[in-house]
């Protein structure tokens, strides 16, 4: 046991990313690794939002939205944008994820086939592992375009996808294991087959240097209130390439997508940019809390996130092997580059082992039927919150008998 | 003048409604007269949601989501419901009006129709002075369900429903004349022309008693961040009768809708109540900020306050005609009875002379080409500042010559 304390000891003061930590307001009695489910909220959002209700709200009344709150969802999207990867004027923040995905598929249904003139597809092909709201987003998508579903692991594209795939939605990692997929590799071979592809991030933005415009990735949704840290349930983002703003037509075609919102014209005319992916109103307190919550990534490397979280995942897993050995199942990947950054741990009990768990003060979460996840967000975890979970995982396992 | 500075201050000292004004963090130098757009922030809020970031996500963290964040688009309907006359279990608040009107519209298209047996009814009935987002979704969802759209007044049915009619989408109140209109009278029509109808509540909600169970009203939308004071961008609600639930199949078919959530099934199953209106992961901050801002109505009689509105609005049109005489003219309706708590006045200038009250502390607001927009929030507004906005009013136009 003090091998392993003495050595998250040492991981933790060779931490390049240690004094980030601070940025967050903790519990100091917590170990939170449940970040890859509700990120914990940076120092600074309380005080910003006390000026948003107070000042903005309260005494700049209407006259905030010029001021800042209308172009809000660009502004933060632009915020986003060097996280996954994103020239500035790509990404808008508006909406959830579920009404995101609707937005993009329906959009990605309308375009016009990759290669032209190549017509008929009518095969909408979704990852077979999603977190469930994709596929129910992807089966109404598909009620209403008449298009077809057709399961589909990320990295078993072949075979299937073929000329008959128009569209290919994809998790970037999937939420119960925690693999990572091969993005470069699937987004490739989408396009290699004449399809287009849609990414959902929720799972690994903030995690690792995500590049959409390099690898020539067709549109994206994300979370943003996991590794963003961006508060519950803040809103979703889109990424719709500049190349392709102009083809994208979704059918939430509200009046914030509109070309003139204020004209107050009877037609829908949509932005000529990425404002088009907005709907409705925008939802400026949880919009304006998210973006004070996006600054602690200012100067931060998302290389050395990466590093971290590798280094912080595989430690845990060895704690685990070392303290619990075949009492539980490891079910995240045991390579590094294939795993985000989380952990899961599969045992018939998980669902009691996570409540008495969260009765030791270090919570993680359960996912059915059988599955622990402890996620592990960089910016504030420490090596030592590691060894301590995986210690008290053991003795919970121990006094269960 | 003096007389009606003196009328303003005794209709002021015999206000029933007077002392709720203090539940409001109002700044005391501004004549806010644009709750109809954005109501001003109930005094509670902010301590509120400093409560829900600091303890409720600081340190509750995940373990607030069983602890009143997953049921919150409930409880904050049920809430609302009593203010549109609807039972408990009818209401839910997620996502925005657009969004909203989309899901609804939709679902109503695919109802099964209101007589047995009377199918191939294939047009949308649009409210032809609709908020523009009203219209735009409308498009679009006759677009994705091969309806087709036809405009009209919703007190210029006659003539336009009939057979072919599916689905009526109505607003209550004209947002930009302040016209309200017969809900009563309308939805008997659609009744009888064997149509369904969609009420948009957004310029009535917390107006005026609504009785949208009494009258059979199929479905409503209505925003709640203008007199409910919801904060900016607040996520609207939806109303769906009980009878009505089991046949309401939207398209933004979430996680959030489904019968059990974190059962992550397979496939989309809609929960059997008003919750399968609800789509992705719910806005927390946003809702509760909503759920402490709908406590200023508690113990408040919506009928006295609709009649201080009739009186407010009143005086206010007294107070123009006696100060600016012709120099303007009030297009929102004279007698009380078909307006709603705005009073709209024409002028070629409107934009700049919005512009020039603002800059002496009253606020109303512009809508295009020539409308000037004062509203008049009964649970704060005052007869006082009704004299006092037309008197700067009359001021600013003497002054532009």
Known sequence: MSGLADRAAKLDA???????????????EVVYLDGNSLGAPPRHVAARMADVIGRQWGRR???????????APERVGDRIAPLVGAAPGQVVVADSTSVNIFKTLVAALRMPPLRPGDNGRDELVVDAATFPTDGYIAAS??????AELRPALPDELDGVLGERTAVVLLNHVDYRTGRLYDMAQATRKAHDAGARVVWDLCHSAGVLPIELDALGVDLAVGCTYKFLNGGPGAPAFVYVPHRLQEKFHQPLAGWGGHREPFAMAPEYEPAPNISRARAGTPDILSLLALEAALEVWDGVDLAEVRAK???????????????????VEIVSPRDPERR???VSVRHPAADRLVTALAEREVIGDFRTPDVLRFGFAPLYNTYGEARRAAETLAGVLAAAG
């Open 14 to 28: 060779d931490d390049p990313l240690a004094a980030l930590r601070d940025r967050f307001d903790l519990d100091p």
């Open 61 to 71: 009344l209407i006259r905030s939205w010029p001021e800042g709150w209308w172009d």
């Open 141 to 146: 998508a598909a009620e209403l375009t008449g």
């Open 309 to 327: 979280g590798m280094a912080l995942t595989g430690f845990f897993a060895e704690c685990v092997d070392e303290l619990l050995g075949d009492r």
């Open 340 to 342: 985000g950054h989380q």
